[in-house]
């Protein structure tokens, strides 16, 4: 604190509380699970309709106007962060199930869709994907990411890479990730999308047993292996699918 991290707080002395400094922080409302929320209250998410859509942008509209009218209030700074959710997503799931059943495109999968994404088992094109989900990060202004998924190797394919990188911007992404597959052969060091066989060493993964790393990235992990994460979190990256471009 004496060193100036937050605000005012080089102003203090060895024996001050810090509370007048804390103030400066923020104070985060994160939510999950738009996607859930809009197929339960009118049968289809965003992805699907133009409906859910406009009803989206209503709701988490709603809860930044209550986040911002509290900053007036009090002074502090109140704000919406759009959760990717670690642990909460399977959590939250468990416990709505057991509560209300299991409800199709609801409580039927094993984790809630992070924060206003399309859901990741629901096929939509790049450019979509990212029209639906812009105008959101504009209204989360404690933190946002949007995630395209793309097949194969980008340097094959550098002018949709870069058509991608310009629909976010003009779109008005905030922050955007586009997630590829990368494959190393540990034993060859090969680094680069492998099939069945390495394309340097011409190795499968059963010769010398030494399976090949697949790095795949988790809300903002890259992991070459997923035995780390919680159920919620594997079940959501085994229903990913990619998105056309
Ligand atoms: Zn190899």
New binding site residues.
């Given amino acids: 604190m004496g060193q100036g991290i937050w605000i005012d707080s080089d102003k203090l002395g060895a024996d001050d509380t810090i509370e007048e400094v804390l103030k400066h922080g923020t104070l985060s409302v994160g939510f999950i699970g738009l996607a859930e929320t809009l197929k339960a209250l009118i049968g289809a998410h965003h992805g699907e309709s133009e409906e859910a859509r406009e009803l989206g942008i209503e709701i988490v509209t709603a809860m930044r106007n209550r986040l911002d009218e509290e900053a007036k209030r009090t002074g502090l700074n109140f704000s919406l962060l759009a959760t990717p959710a670690e642990g909460l997503s399977g959590r939250f799931v468990r416990m709505d199930a057991k509560k209300y059943g299991v409800i199709e495109g609801v409580t039927d999968r094993d984790y809630y869709t992070n924060s206003f994404h399309v859901p990741v088992y629901y096929p939509i094109s790049a450019f979509e994907k990212i029209k639906i989900e812009a105008p959101y990060h504009e209204l989360t202004n404690a933190g946002h990411i949007s995630y395209i998924e793309l097949d194969g190797d980008p340097l094959e394919n550098l002018g949709a890479f870069e058509k991608i990188v310009r629909c976010m911007k003009e779109s008005g992404i905030g922050y955007g990730a586009i997630n590829h597959p990368v494959d190393r052969?540990p034993?060859?060091?090969?680094t680069g999308i492998i099939g069945d066989k390495?394309p340097?060493?011409?190795?499968s993964e059963h010769d010398n047993n030494v399976a090949f790393d697949r790095i795949r990235r988790i809300t903002g992990y890259l992991v070459g292996t997923l035995d780390r994460f919680n159920d919620g979190k594997r079940a959501e990256e085994h229903d990913r699918v990619k998105h056309n471009v």
Avoid at 187 to 190: A, I, N, Q, T
Avoid at 200 to 203: A, E, F, T
């Fill in positions: 052969d034993c060859c060091g090969y390495c340097c060493c011409g190795r």
